[in-house]
């Protein structure tokens, strides 16, 4: 099975529609607070902040969840410059990145432990790395996703889980579409091939981690040789 979160942004709502066409078992969630996430089949409501959802969520397909990948693409921004920022959005922002994707991690674990089988991959973020101004709150949730891992690698490796994470560059889908059109020009000139990126290299990247028990723990950076 295959788990996605945020299927109504614009890489989840790629990544389910990709995976439910090819025929892979495939469930997705949406938060609880956009009702576009009912036009999709196999998709329920969950906020991922809140732990006892997501807990139940979980239980409820223990029974026909086997072979786990959980896909966390589930995010948001908040855009300000950090002595201008809201603290309640800034704080939200850690909450559904951060927090959130914890979560679903937690909760999945115990299921693949028993299963002896698991593959975790988090959309994570080139921000966190170079740093872009007014993203503090966004850069902050991401590198915490990055450092994550690092343990939950070590204390699940024996037991056939993998966790990885792929830093996203600038692609043609998802929130690139709120940044003004002559910001993405000038991303676009430190990018190499001087164009965001097909979503369909996110695809296939997932499918590499998936099929790569070896590689365990890592950041793996998607972004066309940005600079």
Partial sequence: MIIIT?????????????FSE?????????HLNNPQGEQYGNC?????????QVEQFISSIRSTAKEITLI???GVSANAFAHKSD??????????????????????????RGQQFGRIINLSSIVSQT???GTSAYAASKAGINGMIKSIALENAQKG??????????FKVGMINTVPKEIQEKIKSKIASNEFGDPENILSTIQYIRATAYLNGACLELNGGLV
């Fill in 72 to 74: 966390n693409c589930a």
């Fill in 87 to 112: 603290i309640d959005e800034w704080t939200n922002v850690i909450n559904v990145n951060l927090t959130g994707t914890f979560h679903l991690i937690r909760a999945t674990l115990p299921l693949m």
């Fill in 44 to 52: 329920v409501q969950l906020d991922i902040t809140n732990y006892v």
């Fill in 131 to 133: 740093g872009v101004m």
């Fill in 6 to 18: 945020g299927i109504t942004g614009g890489i989840g709502n790629f990544l389910f529609n990709k």
């Fill in 22 to 30: 090819s025929g892979e078992q495939v469930i997705g969630t949406y």
């Fill in 161 to 170: 889980i993998t966790i990885n994470n792929i830093n996203l560059g600038y």
